[in-house]
């Protein structure tokens, strides 16, 4: 004998839908776009939409391009800088040396 539940082995939404249900898709166009790896992907876009020049690779994450013979580079990644990498690279040596001595004399009172 069963127990009670009158839908086991159904899920919410099963059953038969039609167009008629869910209206009409959409017209779409299938894209190949191809990343440094050779990866193929093949997304599927609305036929008024605009194609973007690049998409990213769902298997490298590279960029991929509809080239198949030239995709995009990878982009490279920069290395994470510190604070203090970043002050070096906008103050030299001289500037560091006049910002620490005008801190100073504002600490000793002189200013």
């Keep these: 004998m069963a127990s009670g539940n009158a839908i086991r082995g159904s899920r919410v939404g099963a059953g038969p839908m039609g167009e008629a249900e869910r209206g009409e898709s959409a017209p779409r166009t299938r894209i190949s776009f191809w990343c440094a790896n050779k990866h193929e992907t093949r997304p599927s876009f609305a036929a008024e939409a605009v194609i973007p020049d690049t998409w990213d690779c769902p298997r490298c994450g590279f960029p991929a391009g509809q080239d198949e013979h030239n995709p995009p580079a990878p982009s490279r990644n920069e290395p994470y800088k510190t604070h203090l990498a970043y002050v070096r690279e906008r103050r ?9 001595a005008e801190a100073l004399a504002k600490l000793r009172g002189e200013i």
Excluded: K, Q, V, W
């Design 92 to 100: 030299s040596d001289a500037d560091g040396e006049a910002i620490l």
